[in-house]
């Protein structure tokens, strides 16, 4: 059985649709000055095996050459704490690859939302200090499973899509609806989630929002505020614009989870079609959005 039939199998398979390593631009007329340009890395799946430190590190030393104001960490950053399988040794070893690589961003926001291989559901009682959410909260240190904040006049709201049928749960559903409302009129806002709301990933091969057409809906009415989704988990790039929203799926910092891939990959690392890489968003004041995905060897 070979990995991509093992993930198959326990039905953590990420996938997504066809991107080259051209990158894909939204089409912003003139030359302009971004208020925001950020570093949207995804699915690093931290390992200490296969160089995957050190490649990890070369490729943040990269993203700082392109002065980014801060980075967007989609989820998903350790190997693997979800399976069966995984000890307490396995969990801890593995934040501690991750604490180690990010030590270089330590002048740079890092601001993160929950992917479905960061947490560690096996720990002996649900009373044990790693077990569940609050644990993986704490590694990223981020203030909350959801959360949101404002920089430069755009607002930015992180999600947690790790709920039954990939969605949001009631009570967070309620606080995006008040965060968005509360918000001044045309204030442009960017939303991350681990997971895909809408693009072409989830059709060609789903692991999207289950809840997407409620969500679609929220962000109609709040649709001269909304302005890009971003999102990860499927190991592939699209890039789609729905009722003026742009909605950026971005490949994997660790493509085929940083091995070779196999025979149905486009080149080394790919994932079916779609490199490595990374994506920066270059955000203007008045909303425009640029998202550029970069491949990395």
């Known amino acids: 059985m070979n990995r991509r039939d093992i993930l198959k199998h326990t039905g953590l398979l990420a996938a997504g649709t066809l991107l080259g390593p051209a990158a894909v631009k939204a089409a912003v007329s003139g030359k302009r000055t971004p208020v925001l340009t950020v570093a949207h890395i995804t699915d690093v799946h931290i390992r200490e ?3 995957a430190p050190a490649r990890f590190k070369k490729c943040l030393e990269e993203i700082k050459t392109k002065k980014v104001d801060f980075f967007l960490n989609g989820g998903d950053s350790i190997f693997d ?9 396995r969990v801890t070893q593995l934040w501690q690859v991750w604490d180690e690589c990010i030590s270089s961003l330590k002048s740079y926001d890092v601001y993160s939302c929950i992917g479905n291989h960061d947490t560690w559901w096996k720990a002996p009682t649900k ?8 644990y993986v909260v704490k590694r990223l240190n981020i203030p909350h499973r959801y959360y949101s904040f404002t920089r430069k006049g755009w607002h930015f709201i992180i999600l947690d899509g790790n709920n039954e049928k990939i969605a949001l749960d009631e009570e967070q559903y309620q606080w995006l609806e008040q965060d968005l409302e509360k918000l001044p009129a045309g204030t442009p806002t960017l939303l991350m989630s681990h997971y895909p709301i809408l693009g072409i990933t989830p059709i060609l091969v789903g692991g999207g929002h289950s809840d997407h057409q409620r969500l679609k809906a929220l962000f109609f009415k709040h649709r001269d505020k909304v302005k890009v989704c971003l999102s990860g988990h499927n190991h592939l790039s699209d890039n789609a614009v729905y009722n003026g929203v742009r909605y950026c799926c971005n490949g994997a910092m660790s493509g085929f989870w940083w091995e070779k891939g196999d025979k149905e990959s486009a080149g080394e690392g790919y994932y079916f079609e779609t490199p490595p890489g990374y994506a920066i968003l270059k955000l ?5 959005v640029e998202n550029e995905y970069f491949a990395h060897t």
Do not use: F
Not at 284 to 288: L, S
């Open 49 to 51: 095996d296969l160089n």
């Open 81 to 89: 704490a979800s399976y069966d399988t995984v000890k307490r040794e």
């Open 127 to 134: 009373d044990d200090s790693m077990y569940g959410k609050d």
């Open 284 to 288: 203007y004041a008045d909303g425009e």
